[in-house]
């Protein structure tokens, strides 16, 4: 049994949950304007859309479709933050590219000026990472395995989207199917 298998069959074995985020952009400025954690068996424990401090640049909606007028009723950060630290309190949290949301999830934090405790009590892990190691694409300029988007990776898992890729709760439920599938699972 390769590693990645023992290693994601070791994630489910533990209950683990699953989080995305889409947010206003790549850089320090940007923030979570949808957000999104399915459990194990892809039953949805959150999933707001998120009222931004600063408006949604045209190009963040370009790739996920969320625009300003979505996000006008909706909730501020401050007021589910206490949903999401009730759902990430020492849980395994598995996010396809760990290293960006968990920063999104800061920067939000600091913008909506709401202690993120939460995240450092939860354990983060990413199955992009993982993933790239099972497909087995090398970079030798990084010497590294190349990494492979979600949309790539479900391409070659062979896995249909319930949903459109780009939105939190969609990806969640794929990256939720992708490291199923890399455990060996249906």
Not at 3 to 29: S, V
Request: with cysteine; proline share 4%; hydrophobic share 50%.
């Amino acid at each position: 049994m390769p590693n990645q298998t023992k290693i994601a069959a070791a994630w489910l074995a533990r209950d683990p949950i699953f989080l995305d985020t889409e947010t206003t952009g790549l850089d320090h400025t940007a923030e979570v304007c949808d957000l999104a954690v399915v459990d194990a068996q892809g039953a949805v424990l959150l999933n707001p859309l998120v009222r931004t401090v600063r408006p949604i640049p045209p190009d963040a909606y370009a790739i996920h479709g969320i625009g300003n007028a979505d996000v006008a009723a909706a909730p501020t950060f401050a007021q589910v933050a206490d949903q999401l630290r009730a759902v990430l309190a020492g849980r395994l949290v598995v996010v396809y590219n760990a290293d960006f949301d968990k920063q999104m999830l800061v920067q939000t934090h600091a913008l909506a000026r709401v202690p993120a405790a939460s995240l450092r009590r939860a354990e983060f892990v990413c199955a992009m990472r993982l993933y790239a190691a099972h497909y087995g694409a090398w970079n030798t300029y990084r010497r590294d395995y190349r990494w492979q988007t979600l949309e790539k990776a479900a391409a070659q898992c062979r896995l249909r989207w319930a949903g459109s890729a780009h939105r939190a709760l969609a990806d969640a439920e794929m990256c939720r199917r992708v490291v199923r599938h890399m455990a060996g699972l249906k």
